[in-house]
């Protein structure tokens, strides 16, 4: 509770916030006491009709309001639609840099993963906030300004006319309440009718994708079929909406000859005897219909802007219960590991029922920079999850990983003593693997994954092309425009790999791709692993026996555990797991 | 059903009225007693206002709570009547476009992109019925508000109208800005395309990102992206924010002005009050007013972007004529196509009732020759099921995705069952029944994509097809494993008299095959034969797969 209240305070602690709220503020107060001269102003009209100079000077006194009321207006909305835009940016970008920082990570105790998949992600960040600017597209700020006007209009009336004033005023209150009372259940309609929306907009997204490939099978009107039912449920909704809402406007529109109805039945005991009175009261009954019919509408924005920011707090607080990274690499010190321990007693993942879990055990290992090492198996053997923990992506309980340094006593172990120790051990990993992402942007983005592009790279770059003839061949340059789309599965993880080989990581891991490549592709991503090795600890999930033939050392995994070690040629004469994986590999 | 598609906007419209016209009828008859009601009591106002000085104590009060009565009923019901056969015309027009896109090739409308297609499914078809529900219930609504009115207040005074004119341009004017603003609001819409993209970006690359720690780079970025938006929301924002408070102020100056007639010409305070009312009582349809004409522009666009697709999906596309044409006869017994290989016509013969592979290096066309035979097939009437590369899979259960519209029976879930066992995707679920009913997620991504493409293999399999056309089935299959499925799909017997024609990089998978048709950019097919053959001579296909042979 406490940690929230600090968080929402960080949050509307923006530049610039003060003054906005002091425009906004100083707005309602001057539409306050302009709302106040008006029902006075009115009568006035009337009673000077006799009297042309003051009638004169009566019609000038108005219409100075009217200004009044409209540039005060303008004012409020412009610092409304400011806050707004500035409150907007700080939310979204709070979210964003909290997300982005947030590490998602599995232990054998949890399995944290996906607990905000892409589309909730977008959800929190866009649409979420997005109801706060609904309160300015829908008018919902307007209605706060008109109430201060109308509410003053009342009280100043009631100097007027003190009974045929409160009991308006009365009425009023009872109808707004009335009104909102029946949004309620109103509410629960809306909320049918965007449910079905929902249901139809995502079958026909759905539909869309797909219609033209399942063209070319057996479909049998899949399409049409899933739509058809879509469709007919959302007319459904919609139409008993339609019943409801018409209604209940028809209904606040009648307000108009009921509240004139409630002034007339109030005549024997409010005493007017004056036209000025009655003009002012019909005015004033005029100008309060809008805004008393406005109000039920727009308090459902509120509460959705209201729901938006709870969700904005669980989003955030479930994300600052994990792991996060610093914004910029946490890791200060300029120690330069160059070995790698690998201790791992014991990793069990985490299952639900009595399911058995996979298991994996006593492995044990070390690893110098400049080194190769292949890790083999057949599947099912341990390859990925070993890698999965060697990447910090899985965090096992008992083990000690532990990077070292040759002139220098310092070491750093994972997963250490907290999340602290497992982050600044992530910083010396890079990762080439399917899932290495390839961007939209620029190559010399995609490698450097900056923004601002160092002065170095270009070197660097022609170094590559002069390297891995390759790139030549496909005919891109720095500043080419990638689309992923376009790439082959082949063609992105050679670019993942010149990224790490860039970046120059202590040690990188590689999920080699198993199938798919022709052959000047794979000569290109064999020589890519070369480089990187140059400067870096590279260990290797190998699907190719040319990949690992030249390894200084090959891990031969058989049902979660290390069952050898060594180079090819010794594997061949003393292990049959490792003769066994050749043999599944050659293709006759 | 009625032909709606095929018509230009005006036709609709028309037909929309003649098809309802009984609902309109309606309609307009409430319309105009609302509006008469409503003339009534600015008059009644005044009538208070005259008597105040004799004493209001017996005034009659039921009038007031008939006229409420009558205003809650004929408001609804015109309303309603106009609401309900828009409604269902848009239901209409949307199940017959969908209908219309699933039977045609794909080729007709291969240019529009499929969030082009959800675009016009979805909002286009909304704006349409925002036209016919809406903005014709406005337009009615102000066309007999203005008869209903005008003759009321000149029955008071004739000279009174012109005070009415600096509300009308109050409205002209919200009118203009609202129109003109639609600018920003586009630009708007485009940007948050463009957040939401790199969100979506960030979220495929959030491993990456954070490998290379690169999150500075990118929250950099998102700043940008985002703000861009923002402003783009803000600049739209204060044209509104000075135009909406002009209305009142319109309101007023009418007012003012109006007293000034009222005095000037003698017609006694009271005047004052029905003014008032009058003014009050042209608010309204005035203030929905300004919004009809963004309607027409936005249903009109709308609508030409419909009727663009519609006209595409109606004549055979040129790749599809110019397919036809060089394949006019029904695939055969030997099934030899003439398929448009880079430009140039190239002939592929494919053996009925064996296993071709196609290859060739990545890019060089064979994804393309696939489709189209696909297309050509499918053309005849043919029976076939293709599996791409990358296959689209519903976000729908597993059941849906193999089974697709066709009726599910019990001895079709057993079969699909095996299927799913020997694919290896029978651990997902703890039996079949759990297993069929598993959603797969939008375009399957709770499913890895070598999941979801032996899912496609599964509909594929399930499919009455006699012919089947896989790009690279088993890429992200293993070796050890794609030597199993194949096994256990050849021991099941669900393989026997079908073609298949397939694409690989793999030895592997080649071998499973007959007959080996190699593909090259620049040559055509530069090799065709008997796999035995082939892969145990001096041969082109024997040179390609050298390094994958240990």
Redesign the interface.
Same mark, same amino acid.
């Given at each position: 509770m406490n940690t929230s209240q600090i968080r929402w305070f960080e949050i509307f602690k923006f530049k610039g916030i003060g003054p906005l709220m002091l425009v906004i503020l100083i707005c309602l107060v001057i539409s306050a006491l302009l709302g106040s001269q008006v029902p006075g102003l009115i009568a006035e009209l009337s009673r000077t009709y006799d009297d042309l100079d003051l009638f004169k000077q009566s019609l000038i006194n108005l219409s100075i309001v009217f200004f009044g009321v409209y540039f005060n207006r303008a004012l409020y909305q412009v610092g409304v639609n400011k806050f707004i835009q500035l409150l907007v940016r700080r939310v979204r970008n709070f979210c964003y840099e909290k997300w982005l920082l947030h590490y998602d990570v599995q232990s054998s105790k949890d399995k944290k993963t996906e607990a905000f998949p892409q589309g909730e992600v977008l959800a929190r960040i866009m649409n979420d906030t997005e109801s706060f600017r609904e309160l300015i597209t829908s008018g919902t700020f307007g209605i706060f300004i008109d109430l201060f006007f109308v509410v003053s209009c009342l009280v100043s009336f009631l100097k007027i006319n003190l009974i045929s004033g409160g009991f308006l005023m009365a009425m009023e209150v009872l109808a707004s309440i009335s009104l909102i009372w029946l949004s309620k259940y109103m509410r629960a309609i809306y909320l049918s009718v965007r449910n079905a929306q929902g249901f139809m907009s995502r079958a026909v997204a759905n539909v869309v994708g797909g219609v033209s490939e399942t063209h070319y099978t057996d479909h049998q009107m899949y399409a049409s079929k899933n739509c058809e039912k879509r469709f007919t449920d959302f007319l459904d909704k919609q139409l008993v909406s339609n019943v409801w809402d018409a209604s209940y406007y028809s209904l606040a529109e009648s307000l108009y000859p009921m509240l004139l109805a409630c002034v007339v039945l109030i005549f024997p005991y409010s005493k007017i005897t004056e036209v000025a009175v009655i003009f002012a009261i019909v005015d004033l009954i005029q100008r309060s219909i809008g805004p008393i019919k406005d109000i039920s509408g727009k308090i459902a924005n509120v509460q959705r802007a209201i729901t938006g920011f709870q969700r904005i707090g669980g989003f955030i607080n479930h994300l600052e219960d994990g792991f996060s990274s610093d914004k910029r690499s946490a890791l200060g010190d300029t120690v330069l590991f160059d070995e790698l321990e690998v201790n791992i007693d014991h990793f069990k993942y985490f299952t639900t029922k009595g399911q058995s879990a996979f298991s994996l055990k006593d492995i044990h290992f070390v690893g110098k920079r400049g080194e190769l090492i292949g890790l083999v198996g057949l599947s099912g053997s341990g390859k990925s999850t070993l890698l999965n923990i060697l990447a910090a992506n899985i965090i096992p309980d008992s083990a000690d990983i532990r990077l070292k340094c040759q002139d220098n006593p310092s070491s750093h172990s994972y997963p250490g003593s907290g999340p602290l120790d497992v982050v600044r051990y992530r910083e010396q990993i890079g990762i080439v693997s399917q899932e290495s992402h390839v961007f939209s942007e620029t190559l010399a983005f995609n490698i450097t994954l900056s923004d601002v592009i160092p002065e170095d790279f270009e070197k660097f770059w022609s170094w590559i092309e002069e390297q891995i003839p390759y790139f030549k061949e496909w005919g891109i340059n720095s500043k080419s425009q990638i689309r992923p789309d376009e790439l082959s599965s082949g063609q992105k993880q050679l670019l993942a790999a010149v990224r790490s080989c860039y970046l120059k990581k202590t040690i990188v891991l590689f999920d080699e791709i198993s199938s798919g490549l022709d052959g000047a592709l794979e000569a290109a991503l064999r020589k890519v692993v070369l480089l990187v090795q140059q400067n870096s600890l590279t260990i290797i999930v190998a699907h190719r026996v040319e990949t690992i033939i030249e390894a200084d050392k090959i891990l031969v995994l058989d049902d979660g555990s290390l069952v050898s070690m060594g180079q090819h040629a010794e594997l061949l004469q003393t292990s049959q797991t490792y003769a066994q994986f050749l043999q599944e590999l050659s293709p006759t | 059903m009625k032909n709606r598609l095929d018509r230009s906007i005006t036709s609709l419209v028309i037909l929309q009225f003649r098809e309802y016209w009984y609902y309109y009828l309606v309609a307009f008859t409430c319309l105009f007693f609302t509006h008469y009601i409503g003339s009534q009591?600015p008059f009644?106002?005044k009538e208070?206002?005259?008597k105040?000085?004799d004493g *209001?104590?017996n005034?009659p009060?039921g009038i #007031?709570?008939l006229?409420?009565?009558g205003?809650?009923?004929f408001?609804?019901s015109s309303?309603?009547s106009f609401?309900?056969p828009a409604?269902?015309m %848009?239901?209409n027009l949307?199940?017959e476009l969908?209908?219309k896109?699933?039977k045609v @090739? +794909?080729l007709r409308?291969?240019e529009f992109s499929?969030g082009q297609?959800?675009q016009i499914?979805?909002n286009d078809m909304d704006q349409l019925r925002a036209l016919i529900g809406f903005a014709l219930l406005q337009l009615g609504n102000i066309v007999v508000a203005l008869a209903v009115l005008i003759p009321k207040i000149s029955s008071f005074n004739s000279s009174l109208i012109v005070a009415l004119s600096p509300m009308l341009i109050s409205f002209i004017f919200f009118t203009l800005v609202v129109s003109k603003n639609r600018k920003y609001y586009k630009q708007t819409q485009d940007y948050?395309g463009e957040? %939401?993209n790199f969100?979506?970006?960030? =979220? *495929?690359?959030?491993?990456?990102?954070?490998?290379?720690?690169?999150?500075?780079?990118?929250? $950099?970025?998102? $700043?940008k992206a @985002?703000?861009k938006e923002?402003?783009a929301?803000?600049r739209a924002?204060?044209g509104?924010?000075?135009s909406? +408070?002009?209305i009142?102020?319109g309101v007023?100056?009418s007012?003012?002005w109006g007293?000034?007639i009222i005095?000037t010409l003698d017609l006694g305070? +009271?005047g004052?009050?029905l003014f008032?009312?009058f003014i #009050?009582l042209f608010l309204?349809p005035l203030m929905y007013v300004s919004w009809i004409g963004v309607v027409f522009a936005r249903s009109g666009a709308s609508w030409n972007r419909i009727r663009d697709l519609v006209s595409k999906l109606e004549v055979p596309a040129t790749d599809e004529k110019k397919l036809l044409e060089m394949n006019p006869h029904k695939i055969d017994e030997e099934m030899n196509f003439k398929v448009l290989f880079w430009d140039k016509w190239t002939n592929v013969d494919i053996k009925r009732g064996d296993w071709t592979v196609l290859i060739g290096?990545?890019?060089c066309g064979k994804s393309e020759v696939l489709?189209q035979m696909?297309?050509v097939i499918?053309s005849h009437g043919e @029976?076939? @099921?293709?599996?791409?590369q990358s296959?689209? *899979? =519903?976000? $729908?259960t597993i059941s849906?995705n193999i089974f697709?519209?066709?009726e599910v029976t019990d001895e079709l879930k057993k079969r699909a069952y095996d299927l799913l066992k020997i694919m290896g995707l029978d651990y997902l679920a703890d039996n079949r029944e759990e297993l069929l009913k598993l959603e797969v997620g939008?375009?399957g991504?709770r499913l890895s994509g070598g999941q979801a493409k032996r899912l496609c293999l599964i509909?594929?399999l399930m499919?009455?097809?006699t012919v089947l056309?896989w790009d690279?089935p088993?890429?992200?299959v293993? *070796?050890?494993?794609e030597k199993q499925i194949v096994e256990d799909l050849k021991k099941s017997g669900l393989m026997e008299g079908k073609t298949v024609v397939l694409t690989s990089?793999?030895?592997?998978t080649v071998?499973l095959s007959q007959h080996v048709i190699f593909l090259e950019k620049e040559n055509g097919i530069i090799e065709e034969g008997e796999m035995s053959q082939l892969l145990s001579s001096k041969s082109k296909t024997y040179e390609?797969f050298s $390094?994958?042979?240990?």
């Open positions: - | 009591l009644l106002a208070l206002a005259e105040v000085g *209001l104590e005034q009060v #007031f709570f006229l409420a009565l205003i809650i009923i408001r609804t309303r309603l609401f309900y409604r269902v %848009q239901k949307r199940v969908v209908e896109l699933e @090739s +794909p409308y291969k499929s297609l959800y499914i979805q948050q957040v %939401q969100i979506m970006e960030s =979220y *495929l690359g959030k491993k990456t990102i954070k490998n290379f720690h690169a999150e500075q780079s990118f929250i $950099d970025l998102f $700043d @985002s703000f923002l402003v929301f803000y924002g204060l509104i924010a000075f909406i +408070p002009v009142p102020l007023g100056m007012l003012v007293a000034w005095r305070a +009271p004052l009050v008032s009312g #009050f309204e290096k990545t890019g489709k696909a297309e499918k @029976s076939i @099921s293709y599996v791409a296959p689209y *899979l =519903y976000n $729908d849906a697709l519209g066709k939008e375009n991504k509909r594929s499919a009455e097809a056309l690279d088993f890429s992200s293993d *070796l050890i494993l990089h793999r030895l592997t071998r390609y $390094d994958q042979m240990v």
